[in-house]
């Protein structure tokens, strides 16, 4: 909750240009449709930044008519709904989140790498990064630099921005905002100060990094640009942009990053009252018939369901809880426990490639960073930073030993 009252919405609610903006052209252009297609979007985006949410929705909608093959009007429309979310309450509140996450996952399915769905549905799953709230005054003059930014008049976007920064100099987001204004004219090095300054301010700002990556890669800076995605990785893990990104990069040198692709196939619910759990499988991941037991994956999602549900009940009089990244690396050390024994007592492998992955680490003895850094949920912060601490290359050194990626 921002200082003035009301939810703050980051930059993913506001602007959504610069998602966009570095992304390989042609996958870019794929996402946004034709022209036609990317007027209205724009419309909608200049209707979104004054909080003009069912007229944005609708110019979206409109949008995407003239091009139904572009994920661009879905993951927007998806943002909206979201933005909206936050200003309602209640039952209203909870209605526009599911049709956020129904149209972010509409637009994936159309454009799987889509940045604004991702990030979407990451926002939606997950609390956000303990970063800096802006006072009331700033954000009043954030949400007058932004309504400027989207019709393009980058010069006055940017007094905005410059005056946010000046009143509340621990806001690192007026200078990424500010940056964005150089960005797009394609001044690379003063928009490169600008998002540098930013990850000065908070280093945990993972689209700062990003952002400065993008900055530094126009300039043909490549190996500072990755830097800076390692960087806006060990920040937010989470942040699926900053690992496509740093995907692209790596591609075009000749090294292939190799997407983990989890898909829990077990859900685990607890009464707060009892303690008791009840463990539900995914019906359309394993066949009734026989199919899982011809492999080891059922027992090992079992077994991660039935550790992962030792976990105190809320209100619990009972020995303190394991804090949830505890709990979730006891679920995967017992359940990869559970995989060899299958494997070895009755000769049926896991057959689920991220499971083998997962199986590989664990014994590797590397589960932890697997967690910290393909698994990563907020609430998994505190260990996050004293793993970083205790490996300062941690990031790079995994992802170069193994080339994975969430």
Known sequence: MAAHGKPLLERILLSVILLYAAIQPTAYAGLRGNEACQALVDEGNVLLAKRQFRDAVNKYLEASKKDPTASVPLSSVANALLAASGEAEGEAAAKLRQQSEAAA????????????????????????????????????????????????????ALKKYEQAAQLDPLYSEAWVF????????????????????????????????????????????????????????????????????????????????????????????????????????????????????????????????AAESTKKPDGSKQDPALSPF??????????????????????????????VSLQMLAEKNE??????????????????????TSHPNGVRAFIDTYGLRP
């Open 326 to 355: 505890q709990t979730e690396l006891n679920a995967w050390s017992t359940s990869m426990k559970v995989a060899t024994e299958v494997e070895k007592s009755s000769g049926k492998p896991l057959s689920d490639l991220a499971l």
């Open 178 to 305: 500010a940056g964005d204004c150089f960005f797009m004219q394609k001044n690379w090095p003063e928009a490169e100060l600008r998002f540098r300054k930013a990850t000065e301010i908070e280093p945990l700002r993972a689209q700062a990094w990003r952002y400065l990556a993008d900055a530094l890669s126009s300039q043909g800076k490549r190996a500072d640009a990755e830097n800076a995605l390692l960087n806006g990785i060990a920040a937010q893990p989470s942040q699926l942009p900053t690992w496509e990104k740093l995907a692209q990069l790596r591609a075009a040198s000749g090294i292939q990053l190799k997407q983990l692709h989890l898909v829990r196939k077990v859900r685990t619910t607890t009464d707060p009252a009892t303690g008791k759990f009840t463990i539900t499988i995914d019906p359309d991941s394993f066949n009734a018939a026989g199919e899982a037991n011809k492999t080891a994956d059922l027992a090992v999602w079992l077994a991660y369901a």
């Open 367 to 388: 589960l932890e960073p697997a967690i910290l850094l393909l698994l990563y949920r907020e609430s998994y912060r505190p260990e996050l930073e004293a793993w970083k």
């Open 105 to 156: 996952r509409q637009a994936l399915l159309l454009g799987p790498n889509d940045p604004l769905a991702q990030e979407v549905l990451r926002t939606l799953d997950d609390k956000p990064a303990p970063l800096h709230q802006p006072t009331a005054e700033t954000w009043k003059l954030m949400e007058e630099g932004e309504v400027f930014f989207q019709s393009h008049n980058y010069a006055d």
